[in-house]
């Protein structure tokens, strides 16, 4: 009998390490399979795309904010994997009717590397999840070198249109923002405000805006668009995976940065 707290400070118990995973969660999802656990994953959300071939070997039970209960009840998991900002409390408290629900909260770095480790221990991968923190480590530090040269940008990062949301503070967003040294628009706001274009030039110069693909996929139009409205401030589309997915999806996203730096 083993028992492990998760990020929100709940305590499970398992007699055995589960078997029966179901993933609501795509960051997460890909971050089970990098960690060796494919096989245990038995159902997963119609947006973990990575890496693509689960889509037709696993179970699909929905999305991260609708999910089909019955499936996931036939599915007969050990546990069912979370997080705090993707799947509602509603939702989490309904699959606790299914068997223990293990939920994430990821805000910084070390919130990413907390997570690894956790599932190292519950899923009995330790050594895996300490190469995978060991290889995001490395890169990390090395990435810091690279961005010392960078000077400080201020920058918009939006998400939604019909309204226009952008990322505000207590996002992960906003951790790899600063990361990339960053300074974000509208970091005095938290989570995803809404906002008026026509206002941003009102409240100082940006130097950049960067429109993410995910949740909205944003297209060059719409740079020009938003562009238009912030006195003309250059506006670049960039993958919203690299910003907003945490687990193993980091290790590429240091690299996707650095290419991200090199062509701006």
Known sequence: MKQFTDQIGVTHTFETSPKRIVSLVPSQTELLFDLGLEDRIVGITKFCVHPYHLKSTKKI?????KVNYEKIRLLEPDIIICNKEENTQEIVQELLKICPV???????????YQMITDFGHIFDKRIEARKWNDKLAFALSDFKKF???IPVKKVAYFIWKKPYMVAGSGTFIDELLKLNHFQNHFAS???????????MEEEGNLDLILLSSEPFPFQAE????????ATNVQAILVDGEMFSWYGSRLLKALDYFKYLHNSI
């Open 189 to 199: 706001k938290e989570r995803y405000p809404e906002i008026v274009l026509e206002k």
């Open 61 to 65: 039970i929905g999305g991260t904010k």
């Open 222 to 229: 719409d740079g020009y668009e938003i562009a238009k409205s």
């Open 102 to 112: 293990w939920v994430t909260d990821i805000y910084t770095i070390e919130d990413n």
């Open 147 to 149: 961005i010392e040269a």
